[in-house]
């Protein structure tokens, strides 16, 4: 068995509300997220969002990965890194127009980032870079926020704004997010989900 299998999951992200998913490493909490996105595809089970398959409600789905995952050396601007999020409704050849520019220069200020818009990524601190990946999620204009260890590698204080974020976020948006931190979940959840070994423990 991999570290990062899953078993036996039968849970529930509340509408409105936060729900942290915790638990050491390698207890499937990103795989659990990747598997309800449909990024990997569970041998067994269904996701539903509001009742329907998770295909048919994408557009209401964004998915901020970990910051890790990112090539913050790619030679580009913070602007266009949050246009980038808007593929799944333009596709790879539509056109970016003037009402686009204005939702993800509307996206930066809800994050705090509106006066980095033409700075290149490289030189984002981790914590600047965490709400640029916020912003890229926000522009699709979602109702469910999926936030994979979003505070992870950064200082206290990053952290304490990236959870302060967060929590304003919390009151339009449905939103899980996985951490590692129990103090965290407590810290920014409405309720928890712990995992250990593949396995939703409580």
Not at 1 to 6: R, T, W
Not at 89 to 96: E, F, H, P, V, W
Not at 126 to 148: F, K, N, Y
């Amino acid at each position: 068995m991999c570290s990062s299998d899953l078993f036996s999951v039968d849970m529930t992200v509340q509408p409105g509300k936060m729900t942290a998913i915790i638990g050491p490493n390698g207890a499937g909490k990103s795989t659990l997220l990747k598997a309800a996105l449909g990024i990997l595809t569970p041998l067994a089970g269904t996701a539903t969002v509001y009742g329907k398959p998770v295909a048919e409600q994408r557009h209401r789905i964004a998915y901020v990965p970990q910051r890790a995952s990112v090539d913050w050396d790619f030679p580009t601007r913070v602007i266009d890194v949050v246009l980038m999020g808007l593929y799944p409704q333009l596709g790879l050849l539509g056109r970016i127009r003037p009402v686009h520019r204005a939702r993800a220069t509307d996206c930066l200020a809800r994050v705090g980032m509106e006066d980095f818009a033409t700075r290149q990524i490289g030189q984002l601190s981790g914590g600047q870079q965490q709400r640029l990946c916020i912003a890229r999620a926000l522009v699709l204009e979602p109702r469910v926020l999926l936030l994979d260890e979003p505070c992870s590698a950064l200082d206290p204080i990053a952290t304490a704004k990236i959870e302060e974020l967060i929590s304003e976020l919390s009151e339009s948006y449905t939103i899980a997010i996985v951490t590692h931190s129990m103090q965290q979940a407590a810290r920014v959840s409405h309720r928890t989900a712990y995992f250990h070994l593949g396995r939703l423990v409580e």
